[in-house]
């Protein structure tokens, strides 16, 4: 099935080709088969199947959603309006949704998964990641697994979210180690660890991606969130596709980010949500790092999966570009998941690359009802989001 979109007054395609004005594109299979003026349309494209005519708006790749926790049930909004009133977060908080999400029951969790991936689709989010880490021990990790399985893109095993309350931290990990990992192994790609204090010790962490990598999936971590501390430096020692937070940075994270391809991924909800101060987005940029941003959907820190949010307020109060937001919100959530164009559009596993629209990516696209992006920051909080594609077919809008 082809399909021919006009009408696109800016196309963004994050990539060499540049942002085009005017532009055309065309999906064959779910596939972007060719992109560029309208007026240089290959002949291919007026056999399409179906043309459609966008009305002068402008697109981008979708967003790449590289870090959220979906799987939990309840909600902490008390804890939300305390710390609105001055109390600080902390990690044990996230001990409060566990008992929610234990007894939620596995058809419950795959409604919810399945309606927070419909709210991610309708503000263009077109690739997900999430993590299990709200059910902490082997049955609930395994559900959390199996659920999230069915919904997204990429799933993170966050066994080392905390020690469940009246647990032994060094039994605790043993567990997440063995039979933990075990029960969850076949349904998740990439394991995470939360290093921080309150959590876990660099020694447990190290232990927990070490297991991981052991049995082949990719790392990841939560690092820096509420002070300096080891989670950096440990990303890049275990080359973790990325380092996610990234609050409190030494000179020496700052260095080690930009030498390396750990992408520092940036939640700004979950800063705002924390009243920590903003992750320092510019400063890693400059610093030659490769940078991402997320939503961090999750009931303690970041109750909301918008990414248009967290990409007008890295533009507005992170002091990125447009152009450096949208590619960290795109192209940098993909590299943070191994999903990126290694070339001909193709990722490092072969399959149609996210967060890019050249011609063998994934068809994903986030159709704005704007002439251009830069309405995204300009007018912020307004709805943006016109449709959303996903491998070329419609599923918002
Ligand atoms: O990424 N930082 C650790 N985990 C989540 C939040 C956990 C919670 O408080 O529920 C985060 O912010």
């Not at 001909?344 to 068809?363: E, F, I, S």
Request: net charge negative; charged share 25%.
């Amino acid at each position: 099935m082809s399909t021919f979109i006009t009408g696109i007054s800016e196309l963004r395609t994050v990539s060499e080709l540049g942002t085009i004005k005017n532009a055309a594109l065309l999906i064959d299979d779910g596939v972007i088969a060719w992109v560029g003026p309208a007026e240089e349309a290959p002949a291919a494209a007026t056999n399409a199947a179906e043309t459609v005519d966008i009305g002068g708006r402008a697109i981008l790749p979708g967003w790449v959603d590289s870090h959220s926790h979906m799987v939990f049930d309840g909600n902490r909004a008390e804890e939300f309006e305390a710390r609105m009133a001055g109390e600080s977060y902390a990690a044990g908080g996230i001990a409060v949704t566990m008992e929610a999400t234990r007894s939620a029951g596995e058809e419950r969790l795959d409604k919810l998964v399945e309606e927070r991936v419909a709210a991610g689709h309708a503000g263009g989010t077109t690739t997900f990641e999430t993590k299990t880490g709200y059910g902490l021990n082997i049955e609930s990790e395994a559900e959390a697994a199996r659920v999230a399985s069915q919904h997204v893109d990429e799933v993170t095993f966050l066994g080392a979210h905390l020690v469940p309350p009246g647990a032994d931290a060094d039994e605790y990990i043993e567990e997440v180690v063995g039979p933990m990992l075990d029960a969850v192994k076949d349904h998740v790609q990439w394991i995470d660890v939360f290093c921080e204090r309150g959590a876990f010790n660099e020694e447990q962490s190290r232990r927990v991606l070490e297991a991981g990598k052991k049995v082949g999936l990719g790392v990841r971590v939560h690092g820096n969130q509420l002070g300096e501390g080891p989670g950096v430096k440990l990303a890049v020692e275990m080359g973790a596709a990325s380092v996610d937070h990234v609050n409190y940075l030494s000179d020496e994270d700052f260095e080690l980010l930009a030498g390396s391809d750990t992408v520092a991924t940036l939640l700004p909800a979950c800063d705002l949500s924390t009243r920590e101060d903003l992750a320092p987005g510019r400063k890693l940029i400059d610093a030659g790092a490769t940078v991402a941003i997320a939503s961090n959907l999750n009931p303690g820190t970041s109750f909301t999966s918008s990414m248009n949010f967290c990409v007008t307020t890295a533009v507005l109060q992170q002091y990125l570009t447009l152009d450096e937001a949208i590619e960290a919100a795109t192209t940098g959530g993909a590299k943070a998941l191994r999903r990126h164009d290694v070339g001909d559009g193709k990722d490092p596993q072969g399959r149609p690359a996210k967060g890019t629209l050249v011609p063998g990516a994934a068809a994903d696209l986030h159709i704005l009802d704007a002439e251009n992006a830069i309405n995204l920051a300009y007018r912020p909080g307004m709805p943006i989001t016109w449709q959303t594609w996903v491998a070329g077919k419609k599923v918002y809008g």
